[in-house]
């Protein structure tokens, strides 16, 4: 299994709190995405980076931030947490793009009351 | 826009029996890449199989081939000998050479039935 984990696994905050995900990899892979799953919507990217301080917004990334200071660690914001942000929050890595496999760490539920 | 649908939100097989799961997209790009990911239980998403647009020969893993239909825009994946391991959700994803987002699919819902 790729080495790729997150944190918290599990999250409850309330409306208006800020919260920050990390994403931490050992395989020393470029490229480092955030998305979030929710039911008939599969999977949907908010948020990407292809290097240190390198990122690029996603299909739905309006109320989040990233930020990517080593290659290990990719952290996701929520400024200001609402309730239509309740979900699944997944990090995957790639070692490129296109074709290349990406490795998706365990995620995190997360419940905005 | 890039759209990816899955027709089918569930399906249910009998156990060494062949399935067949759905998936058509929406693209002016003639460049592309197709992904079938797996996603049981345990949340952990895993890949399945994956084409290029531009290899006419259709992908095949083990137990698992894709039909793919370039000018009809589908990308079906089939499941031989089917197993109780291979209950899960599977969703069916795009990207294109330009950007290399992947777009996903909502996903299908397979059951095994022993």
């Known amino acids: 299994d790729a080495g790729i984990t997150q944190s918290p696994r599990h999250k409850v905050t309330e409306t208006g709190t800020p919260v920050t995900l990390r994403c931490h990899q050992t395989?020393?892979?470029?490229?480092m995405y955030w998305y979030r799953q929710d039911p008939g919507h599969g999977l949907r990217l908010i948020h990407y980076s292809y290097g240190v301080k390198d990122t690029d917004k996603g299909e739905v990334s309006d109320g989040y931030s990233v930020s990517r200071s080593k290659t290990e660690d990719f952290l996701l914001t929520l400024e200001s947490a609402t309730s239509s942000q309740t979900s699944v929050y997944f990090c995957a890595i790639s070692e490129g793009q296109g074709l290349w496999e990406q490795y998706f760490g365990p995620g995190t539920r997360l419940t905005v009351t | 826009a890039q759209t990816v649908t899955q027709s089918q939100p569930e399906m249910s097989v009998q156990e060494a029996e062949t399935v067949t799961l759905s998936c058509t997209y929406d693209t002016s790009e003639s460049d592309y890449y197709l992904f079938w990911y797996k996603q049981p239980p345990s949340r952990q998403m895993i890949l399945v199989i994956r084409?290029?647009?531009?290899k006419q020969q259709n992908a095949t893993e083990n137990r698992f081939s894709v039909n793919f239909q370039k000018a009809a825009k589908s990308f079906s994946l089939k499941i031989s000998d089917s197993q109780l391991g291979d209950a899960a959700m599977y969703f069916c994803?795009?990207?294109?050479?330009?950007?290399?987002?992947?777009?996903w699919g909502a996903g299908t819902k397979l059951i095994i039935k022993p």
């Open positions: 994803a795009y990207s294109a050479y330009s950007n290399y987002q992947l777009i």
């Open positions: 084409q290029e647009a531009y």
């Open positions: 395989e020393n892979h470029r490229y």
